[in-house]
Every structure is written in C-alpha cells, then in structure tokens.
C-alpha cells in the first residue's frame, strides 16, 4: 500500500513555523517509519526539507517536492495522485486534496497524461473504479486494494485541530474565511476524520454533518526532551512561562492583565516570560505591556529553540494558557511533562489536556485567572501536587502512540478489504 502525505508544513523554511501542525507532521512520519515496515510513503513538500527531519525517515520513505506550489492542494498535488495513485492520503493541514477524477474542470490534457502515465489500462480501472464497487461497496485503488471511499480516489483521512475561526473570527485577521472554506471542502472530501480531542470531535460534530463513527480522536505526544529531569532555566527572579505563537487567538493580552493583578495584589516579584515567535503577530500584546507599565517584568524572548525549552518550562513557577480554544494545546502536555503545573482558562480542549495538572478560571475572567496565579505562587504545597499529577497525566500523550493510532485507521481497513 502507498500513503500519500500532505508534507507542505515541513517547508515553511521559517524557525517561527516549527509549531503546531510543523510538529505534528514531523513527529508523525518520524515514528510512523519506525513502526511500519510494510507500506510506503510519499511526502508532497513544497521545498525540500531540512536533513534532521529527512535521517529520521526509513527507506520506505520518499520525498516529492512539487513545484509551482500554486494551487497546492486545488492542482498540484490532486495532479499528482492522479498520475501517480496512492492507496490513502493523509490530510495532515487540515486541508485535502480536489478530487480531479470528479471535478468537472479537470483538462482533456491532463487526463491524457494521466492515462500515458498510469497506461490504459490502469486509467480505465482507475476512473472506472467510481462506478464499480466490490461485494461488500467499497471502491477499489488502482493497485486492487479495497479502500472504503465512496468516490473513487485514495482514502482520504483528514486532520482537524480546531475550529476556533468560526467562534471568533476575529483572532484570524485574513485567514478565518480561508480556513472556513478549507475544512468545509476537508469534511465534504474526507472519507475519515481524525479530531486531536474530544472537544474537537465535539465541535465537528455540532457544525458539520459528518458520521460519528467515522471521527476518530487521537491525542499528539511529547517530545522525549520534556522531562522533570531537564536543568531548570536559571533566571534572575521567579517566573510565569508562556509557549506559542504569539498570535490574537492565544489571547496574551489577558494573561498580561492577569499577571499585572497578580503582581499588584501579591507584591511578589516575578516576570512573565512569552516564549513564541511572532509570524502572525497580535499588536494588542505590545500594546498592553506599554499600557500597564509591564516592560521590565514581560518578556518577549521571540522563538526559543527545542534544545533550550525544555529548560524553560522547567525553570518556571506554571505555565499560564489563555488561549480562548485551544484544540489540544501542545505546550500545556509539554509543562506537565516536565514537572511544571499549568495555570489555564476552562475552554476548549484545555481542561480535557490538563485534567488535575492545573488550575483554572473561566474564560474572559481576568480577576479569576490573576487570583490563580497568586493561589500557585504562594503555595509549594499545590505546585508539588500539580506537578506529580501533571507528570502521571503528560504519560498518557506519546506520539508513538499517536503513530499507531493514525496507522491503525488504514491499516483495519485495508485489512478489511482483503
């Protein structure tokens, strides 16, 4: 069986794009070669990756850069399973690829390539494939494996983080209709769907008309380096971390709000360190620091790299997550992991991730945030508690367990085929 895997998000070429689904990519294909020995991939990039992502792929492994990149997942890639079939493809940007077999704007030239390409043959099994399913009403790859698709094209298994662009719109300047518009087509084109929480798969599931049991939810990992074990940062004072992109949807400026009553009702001397680079930059947080006077005790350290975090969220006091819906939150299982507790608000996936390794206050309740953070700082007694909870409950997020989830989803039903 050949899987096809939407690889764009390794070939950013940008150290602030090394978050979130970058993460989740590189982490998947890395374990997925070390436990699938059977299978072969084909990872569609839109520039070729870096060596330390390539030398943890096995040989089974292949890299396809496509270039013009335009129309990446309308043309360029769709183009390319067609000439070159593939048995699954895995929509790893929540987004997935035009089906050309059925699109009314597919070229007479491209379907004479496709045809020289995959010879006669093959190209009528292949198009003929959508109009004769097998026994059981699956429609066959051109290879004569049953995939359960109902369109004639690869397994399609979609990735959906969040759906926070359609509750606040306003956290993505430019993009929310862009992403709106994406995951509509994903969920139309999507014969399974995996959802990285509950809440997630909660959320799909109130907005879309998407089969229950076709959403599969798969929690991502941590990374090996995350640990109680890693030397904390040694910084001058005690300090709050936060960790990601220093975007609108994060909601930083709340958490500034809330660290400045903390520091105004406690009188403790503390800093607030936001680590995150800032790519798709929210003006409100430097605005806020200005406001509130904050400049030396706030500080931006802009992207910090993966041999240093750990570090940091070692060093720090807890973690502090404000984001208004977070599909999961990799830096709150990260902070656990290393033994640090997290201070959070109760909205999207958080408290599902954190359970009771944290603390939390409700959405939008800066006072009740603030009064968190005083509550944490002015007790050891409930940092070592959260922190031991926090260590139990980060084992259960391993992304050789993530790897074998997602395997596990084309590997049932290829078996099922046979």
């Not at 076709?214 to 936060?242: N, Q, T």
């Not at 949807?249 to 660290?259: M, Q, Y």
């Not at 002015?378 to 993530?402: D, E, H, N, T």
Request: charged share 20%; glycine share 10%; proline share 6%.
């Amino acid at each position: 069986m050949t899987v096809g895997v939407d690889g764009g998000a390794l070939s950013g070429g940008d150290i602030r794009l090394e978050v979130g689904v970058y993460k989740v990519t590189a982490r998947l294909l890395e374990f997925l070669s070390q436990s699938d020995n059977s299978n072969n991939y084909r990872i569609y990039t839109m520039g070729k990756v870096g060596e330390g992502i390539r030398e943890k792929w096995g040989v089974r492994f292949s890299e396809r850069v496509l270039t013009p990149t335009t129309g990446w997942m309308k043309w360029r890639v769709p183009a390319e399973i067609l000439i070159h079939p593939v048995d699954v493809f895995l929509g790893l940007s929540q987004v997935l690829p035009v089906n050309l077999l059925t699109s009314h704007k597919i070229s007479p030239l491209l379907r004479r390539l496709a045809a020289s390409q995959n010879g006669p043959n093959n190209w009528r099994r292949l198009t003929a494939s959508q109009n004769e399913p097998d026994s059981a009403g699956r429609h066959r790859s051109p290879q004569g494996k049953a995939v359960l698709s109902s369109h004639g094209s690869p397994l399609m298994i979609g990735f959906i983080y969040d759906l926070s662009y359609r509750s606040d719109p306003a956290s993505y300047p430019g993009s929310a209709d862009r992403l709106r518009s994406q995951t509509d087509d994903l969920v139309r084109r999507a014969d399974l769907i995996v959802a990285v929480s509950e809440s997630v798969r909660r959320e799909i599931l109130k907005a879309y008309d998407f089969p229950s049991d076709r959403i599969h939810v798969v929690y991502p990992g941590v990374d090996r380096e995350f640990s109680p074990a890693a030397e904390p940062y040694r910084h001058p004072k005690p300090y709050f971390l936060s960790v990601g992109a220093v975007k609108p949807g994060k909601k930083l400026p709340d958490a500034i709000r809330a660290f400045g009553q903390f520091i105004e009702s406690s009188g403790r001397d503390f800093d607030f360190l936001i680590a995150g680079g800032d790519y798709w930059p929210d003006p409100a947080v430097g605005r806020t620091i200005r406001d509130l006077g904050l400049g030396a005790r706030v500080k931006l350290l802009g992207h910090v790299s993966r041999q240093l975090l750990p570090n940091y969220y070692r060093g720090a006091v807890a973690l502090i997550c404000a984001s208004g819906n977070e599909g999961f939150c990799l830096p709150a299982a990260e902070a656990m992991a290393s033994g640090t507790p997290v201070v959070a608000v109760r909205s999207g996936a958080l408290a599902e991730t954190i359970g009771d390794g944290g603390i939390f206050a409700e959405p939008g309740d800066t006072d009740g945030l603030a009064d968190a953070l005083v509550k944490i700082a002015a007790s050891p007694l409930l940092r070592r508690k959260l922190s031991s909870q926090g260590i139990v409950r980060s084992k259960r997020y391993s992304w050789r367990a993530f790897a074998r989830g997602v395997f596990n989803l084309y590997a049932d039903h290829q078996a099922a085929g046979n």
